[in-house]
């Protein structure tokens, strides 16, 4: 095996060293043994393929690196797997402005995706506070949603084609770019969210979109979350919302500890919304402001005057993960459907307080799309390893909820190694025999990702 992928790599293209294989065989997961063989780093297309032929004949598994800034284990090799690192595959390769498509590398970071755009007077709008790190293939891989899916939808609907590497070693350009394709299977779809178990996205086709007008930054004290869905109706009827995100008086704690700033409101609020929308619309959404104000459901908000302050305020929200950092926090990436959200908080709050009342609860998230961040932070006298297995063992409990609410146990951040166990909460079991099946096509001899998504 060490002969075969020297000779297929040059020296500078794979490294076997404690510190490399450490940095690159794990994302941003706590609790999991990280152990691959080695991490090579391919540069282009039939370094690939001949890896993944090399694979089914030696037996290799192989598990896909992009910006490791997932949550869920999806990029953890434990068990002596060889990383594929899409570092050195970070090029966008063209520009296509009639259609308004750019081909690029899997290993294009987000945030060059996005500064691209720019610079063509268009728009990317897939974003989340790890634009700056995460890279293409892997949002394609999980199919990340993050802050503007309320107006612009999932990384999903942004992806024209893909040219993939299967578990077999077939290539496949899927869908080539194309707004209408009615020739049977899209199987473009399937690789898209499949967590790099069925093949290597190496180049994806991307759509843009007209860059939107000047945006404002409105940030509001709720003192009930069941009256945040009160708020949200009432400036979706009066404005195109761009983004609407929630976090606790909790969580802004911890972001004002990190960062050393000031309140944004004058007094504390249990929770708070921030929201954007497009700045032509602002008479409406003072209005609908006021109206929120005169019912009770709001009782203080601020309004950005500037861009600057609408980066603060953009701040306070963007920067609550890397705050809870040092809490070791235990986190799930759940969804519901909107109006079931405050009953489904409620039942969570009383789960986690009935079995660990000594553990703060912290949470955030995407109300607009019905997806919540639940953090379960660890007490600084409790050992990591004991915290990491009492909360997964209420799991089971927490996600028998979302089952209940006809929910996801995963929203945007993959099921990976940390919820795999958990599938039959959200799938069936004829689904996930089917999504064997299909793994079992497009990788017969379970190469890929082993152990991810599915047992």
Same mark, same amino acid.
């Given at each position: ?111 060059? &995706? ?30 990340? #949603? ?37 020739? #049977? ?64 008086? &909790? ?149 028998? &909820? ?54």
């Amino acid at each position: 095996m060490c002969e075969a992928l020297d000779q297929l790599f040059a020296s500078n293209q794979i490294s076997r060293r404690p510190q490399d294989l450490a940095h690159w065989g794990k994302d941003r997961t706590t609790g999991f043994t990280v152990a691959p063989s080695a991490v090579v780093f391919p540069q282009q297309l039939s370094e690939i393929v001949e890896l993944v032929k090399l694979a089914n004949r030696d037996g290799l598994k192989l598990v896909p690196s992009g910006g490791r800034t997932g949550l869920s284990g999806g990029a953890v090799a434990s068990q002596g797997e060889v990383v594929v690192s899409f570092d050195r595959m970070h090029r966008i390769l063209d520009f296509n402005p009639a259609d308004r498509l750019v081909r690029c590398q899997a290993g294009v970071v987000t945030a060059t &995706l996005q500064n691209f755009a720019v610079d063509h007077d268009l728009y990317y709008p897939v974003d989340f506070a790890s634009s700056g790190s995460s890279h293409l293939g892997g949002n394609i891989a999980t199919n990340a #949603g993050g802050i503007k899916v309320i107006r612009y939808g999932l990384t999903r609907d942004w992806i024209a084609g893909l040219q993939v590497v299967t578990g077999s070693g077939a290539v496949l350009e899927c869908n080539r770019g194309l707004v209408k394709n009615a020739t #049977g299977y899209d199987l473009r779809h399937l690789f898209i969210g499949s967590e790099g178990t069925l093949g290597f996205v190496v180049e994806a086709d991307v759509r843009l979109t007209a860059a939107p007008e000047p945006q404002r930054v409105m940030l509001l004290g709720v003192p009930k979350f069941r009256d945040i869905l009160a708020v949200l109706g009432q400036l979706q009827k009066a404005v195109s919302l761009s983004a609407f995100e929630f976090f606790s008086e &909790l969580a802004l704690d911890k972001v004002r500890a990190a960062r050393d700033v000031g309140r944004p409101l004058t007094d504390p609020c249990p929770f708070y919304v921030l929201l954007e929308f497009d700045e032509s619309s602002l008479a409406a959404a003072s209005h609908a402001f006021e109206h929120c104000l005169a019912e009770g459901w709001v009782v203080d908000g601020v309004l950005s005057q500037s861009d600057a302050q609408a980066a603060s305020l953009w701040a306070l929200r963007e920067d609550i993960s890397e705050s809870l950092s040092p809490f070791a926090p235990y986190k799930s990436d759940i969804s519901v459907r909107v109006r079931d959200m405050p009953g489904f908080l409620d039942d969570v709050n009383k789960l986690v307080d009935a079995q660990y009342p000594e553990f703060e609860i912290c949470w955030y998230g995407h109300i607009g799309d019905g997806n919540l961040h639940l953090n379960i932070l660890k007490p600084d006298d409790l050992d990591g390893e004991a915290f990491y297995q009492l909360c997964h063992a209420i799991s089971p409990k927490l996600y028998e &909820l979302v089952a209940i609410n006809h929910g996801s146990i995963s929203a945007e951040h993959g099921v990976g190694l940390l919820k795999r166990d958990f599938l039959k909460y959200s799938r069936s079991a004829s689904e996930i025999d089917l999504m064997r099946a299909l793994k079992g096509v497009f990788d017969p001899n379970q190469i890929m990702n082993p152990g991810k998504l599915l047992v």
